[in-house]
């Protein structure tokens, strides 16, 4: 099955499913004896064979330390973790590779920011605004924050069909606010939040907004010039590549203001006991040796990517959605939770009368890998009055064969909880 | 259906989940503890009442799927009238058979009704939901306030 996409700019490009299924071995396996229809994407995506293979020719042929050898090894993992952060760049159009700083994941860029720009310019009684959709990592690092300096937390409210209340928003903003940190696509709900206007409404109060890009980079094209964010964060495993490696994007006026989180190599530029420099951008912020192998092969996950085209990705994972949510949504007795206009990604329901969890094993039974609990986001569960809901979330490997399948599935737990 | 389905959601499971037994707050109680699944979201409270060390009353409420709240139905039913040290025998037992290691037959019979939960073992990431009513009953016992199956 290929579908031909009809645009100007990519009519050179197919997006041909059954070539992308093949790029990862892990779809090929049984399940329970069924086919693997894996739909928790949102935890984390399956990687394709160059990703996999990029690791293993690491550590056959280049593995050695970065940034700190004149041996030949040396200098070609160096450059290949290097080509990482220009590959980063150019994908969200940051303006230059000082920008671009290498974490452990989202929930490491949350931290560092919470940390440095927390301890530069939070003091007593200053204010940062989340939102009530945010995931736990979005929500705990400014608690502490807000604890140790004695600063409050203000939260903007969702309404049912789980958007952002824009109004309550505005009411939020005063003089003390010192940032704005905000997820761009909800983990649990689905939904897509307008960030463009939410960072207008910032700025035109001089406050800077983080973006947590988590749900958002791996569906549809993201330009941090354009939505003018301050800071942005992702992980690599959620957009193909391997775990343990993420990335904060932050700009560089702002990012040279704040003082290091860590201490350690990497991150100086002289070190003595009566004065320690530190080093420039990005290396201010990478102190100690890097998970190498993870940020070389990000980089490989982004050449994918790029070999299908982001826009491809989305008109695709788009129609799929479409689709998906007008059939799951059809189920009789099936409560979707999170309806928002603009959605992507992720169908969260309950199913009336049965715990998330029996669904989830039930269909596990059919070889459909799904999500069960609070997907840590509690507060919105608490805002829905819920222990937990199912979840689907799509990749671009999945499809609507995948999509009735599960639908058949859900319909089974109802034979099991008459 | 499928036959690992139906053995592990078991008619007398499906029962006591959509008719919980003393799913109910207990005036009169010299026991309690909540406990919590932190990873799921399930919560439940355990409310016991002990004279002269026999279990005289025991009641549960709380949030869970259909293993974890049946399992703390059944264990509501079975555990009134035990003394203390029976019920710490009842749930090594019951412990060892959702985790797969039982191999007695006789251990088995001295289960009873809670045989229903052998499926269990076939899903480890189920253990939890089925001991959770049993890990907060002990924390009761033992006036521990809180307790977590991570």
Redesign the interface.
């Known amino acids: 099955m290929a579908i031909e996409i009809d645009n100007n700019e990519k009519k050179n490009r197919t997006f041909d499913i059954d070539k992308i299924r093949n790029d990862f071995p892990i779809l090929k396996q049984l399940i329970n004896g069924k086919p693997l229809v894996y739909f928790d994407n949102a935890a984390t995506t399956q990687k394709p064979l160059s990703v996999i293979n990029k690791i293993e020719s690491y550590y056959k042929e280049i593995n050695s330390n970065i940034h700190r050898g004149v041996h030949t090894l040396s200098q070609r993992a160096t450059v290949e973790y290097e080509a990482t952060r220009e590959k980063v760049m150019r994908f969200i159009n940051a303006e230059n590779l000082s920008e671009i700083i290498f974490t452990k994941g989202t929930t490491d860029s949350i931290n560092l920011v919470a940390s440095s720009f927390g301890k530069k310019f939070v003091k007593e009684g200053d204010e940062i605004i989340v939102s009530q959709m945010e995931h736990h990592s979005n929500i705990v690092p400014w608690q502490m924050l807000c604890e140790e300096k004695n600063a409050h937390l203000k939260v903007i409210p969702i309404n049912d069909s789980g958007e952002l209340i824009i109004e309550e928003y505005e009411k939020l903003i005063t003089e003390k606010t010192k940032l704005v940190s905000i997820v761009y696509v909800s983990n649990s709900l689905g939904t897509i939040n307008p960030v463009k206007e939410i960072i207008k409404i910032a700025h035109s109060k001089n406050v800077p907004v983080l973006i947590d890009a988590a749900q958002a980079i791996q569906h549809f094209k993201i330009d941090v010039k354009e939505l003018d964010c301050d800071f942005l964060c992702f992980s690599g495993h959620k957009v193909y590549g391997p775990t343990g490696i993420g990335v904060l994007y932050g700009k560089q006026a702002l990012l040279e203001s704040m003082p290091p989180y860590q201490g350690g190599g990497d991150m100086i530029r002289s070190v003595s006991f009566s004065k320690t420099v530190y080093n420039s951008l990005p290396a201010k912020f990478e102190a100690g040796t890097p998970n190498i192998e993870a940020g070389i092969a990000l980089g490989t996950a982004f050449d994918y990517i790029n070999s299908i085209g982001i826009e491809n990705i989305f008109d695709y994972e788009t129609d799929l959605f479409n689709y998906a949510n007008e059939k799951i949504l059809a189920i009789d007795k099936l409560i979707p939770i999170g309806t928002a206009k603009n959605k992507s990604g992720t169908i969260s329901f309950i199913l009336d009368g049965v715990h998330p969890h029996d669904i989830g094993t039930i269909l596990d039974f059919d070889g459909v890998a799904i999500r069960t609990g609070h997907h840590c986001t509690q507060p919105v569960m608490e805002r829905f009055n819920l222990p937990a809901t199912a979840r689907i979330s799509f990749g671009l490997y999945n499809t609507k064969e995948e999509v009735d399948i599960a639908i058949k599935s859900i319909k089974k737990v109802f034979e099991v909880f008459i | 259906?499928?036959l690992?389905?139906r053995e592990?959601?078991q008619q007398v499971i499906?029962d006591h989940?959509k008719n919980p037994r003393n799913f109910k707050i207990l005036t009169n109680y010299n026991h309690f503890a909540e406990g919590y699944n932190p990873?799921?979201?399930?919560?439940i409270d355990i409310y016991v009442l002990i004279e002269s060390n026999i279990i005289k009353d025991v009641s549960f409420v709380g949030?869970?799927?259909?293993?974890s709240?049946s399992s703390a139905s059944l264990m509501t039913t079975i555990l009134k009238g035990k003394t203390e040290e029976e019920a710490k025998q009842i749930f090594e037992n019951f412990h060892v058979m959702i985790t797969g290691k039982l191999n007695e037959e006789k251990s088995l019979e001295e289960l009873g009704k809670l045989a229903v939960f052998q499926g269990v073992k076939e899903?480890p990431?189920?253990v939890k939901?089925a001991s959770l009513a049993w890990h907060t009953f002990n924390a009761a016992v033992k006036n521990e306030k809180t307790v977590t199956t991570e």
């Open positions: 259906m499928n690992d389905l592990l959601y499906l989940n990873l799921c979201g399930d919560k949030n869970g799927c259909a293993i709240k899903f990431a189920r939901c």
